[in-house]
């Protein structure tokens, strides 16, 4: 019987320790949600990003090579030197500087823009990355 007794010791013992857990739980799960910090964590900066390459794209043909040169100032911090790609480094330091936008999420998704183009680019059409954009956007 004593093996029994020990058993029903331990059973007691662990159901005590969980109605003490499950009750810091509870009243943690209670708590109040930040509305804006749920939308930071589902905002897409990448969509933001696009969506401003495609605004200065509407303008005129915008070169790959401007939008490159763009994402590549916005990455290390530079200023590139034509002034369409000044334009768009602007706008997109804009979107870095808005405070919803996290920055290592905004350097994650200008790195991913920056593999996506030059991946997509063509020495035949300095407009195959802007074209795979629109493409999508559509």
């Known amino acids: 019987m004593s093996k029994h007794d020990d058993l029903k010791r331990n059973l007691k013992a ?4 969980r109605s003490r857990r499950s009750t810091p739980q509870s009243e943690s799960t209670t708590a109040v ?14 969509g933001l990003c ?9 303008k005129r043909p915008f070169r ?10 916005s ?5 590139p ?5 000044q ?19 905004f350097r994650d998704a200008l790195s991913s823009l ?9 020495s035949d059409d300095d407009t195959a990355f802007m074209k795979f954009l629109t493409m999508l956007a559509s």
């Open 33 to 46: 949600v930040d509305p804006e910090s749920m939308s930071s964590a589902t905002l897409d900066v990448t």
């Open 14 to 17: 662990a159901q005590r320790r």
């Open 114 to 122: 920056e593999r996506t183009a030059t991946q997509h680019r063509s």
């Open 50 to 58: 696009v969506t401003e390459i495609l605004k200065m794209n509407g």
């Open 81 to 85: 030197s034509s002034s369409e790609a």
């Open 87 to 105: 334009l768009l480094h602007q706008r997109l330091i804009a979107i870095s500087q808005r405070a919803d936008v996290m920055s290592r999420k």
């Open 64 to 73: 790959d090579s401007e939008v490159i040169t763009a994402i590549r100032a």
């Open 75 to 79: 990455l290390s911090g530079g200023v």
